[in-house]
């Protein structure tokens, strides 16, 4: 195993499941670069030709989003190996990447009415249908997370409130409360079982996976007539703008959200801010007498 290799390897260590897979995609393209461009992955590398594979990136069609997303691999590989000293200095730290402007989501979100004709048509299909809708749409769980809840993550009572504990992005554990209509319809979900998964295949009853939460959510958009695509995240978008929108503060809708960073929560209230908020209305008001 060469210097490059075990660097690698050690670094990867660092991480687990999807994050892992995603790094070391990541981290496979590079070491193809360096081998098609006679370089070593690791010594000898110069931020001339860590640009240069970023410039690639772009050249092969990526978007300046994707081109920073395959990067992360990339720069911390550089980071720990410099740390561990295993080379003088780090050649992607002072990499120019493209510049991403993130004040506003292009995620097609639900809006009041449309979140609540939703969820009563999902809960029209089946009770696994409406138990998911309400996962992902009140409780803005993942469209990895919703599938993990089992029966018992729900089985709590803390301070008077029904509590649902998960695991989510990360690692991170979390409880949330469960209002009465969302604990109706996963109790509608669980009927007569008493462990396992609580969101079940309506036709094999074989627990969901990632892939059947978004043809299941795809289903319920296309039964509600909504004339565009929703995805999961798309539920967990409504559930958080829903929640600015009926006045719940930024602090709290972090909470809600699990946000590591407030600033994350707050692209999404400017993202509705933008066109609620947006100061043309005022303008319009203001010069229309005249």
Known sequence: MTSAQLAAVSYLARYSGRTHTLYAFQLREWFAWCERNGL????GVQRAHVELYIRQLGDRGLMDSSVNTMMHAVRGYFRFAHIDGLITADPAV????????????????????ELIRFLQVAQTLTVHHGALAYLLG??????????AVRIEDYADTMRGHRVLHLVGKGNKPATMPLTVPVLRVLEACRGQRTSGCLVLRPVSGKPIDRRDVYRMVARIAKTAGIPRHISPHSLRHAAITNALDAGVPIRDAQILARHADPRTTEHYDRARGNLDRHGVHFLTAYVAGV
């Open 40 to 43: 070593d992955a690791l010594t």
């Open 94 to 113: 002072y990499a120019r990447l493209p510049k991403i402007h993130r004040d506003e989501t292009r995620t097609q979100g639900l809006d009041r009415l």
């Open 138 to 147: 009140i409780n803005a769980l993942r469209a990895s997370e919703a599938p």
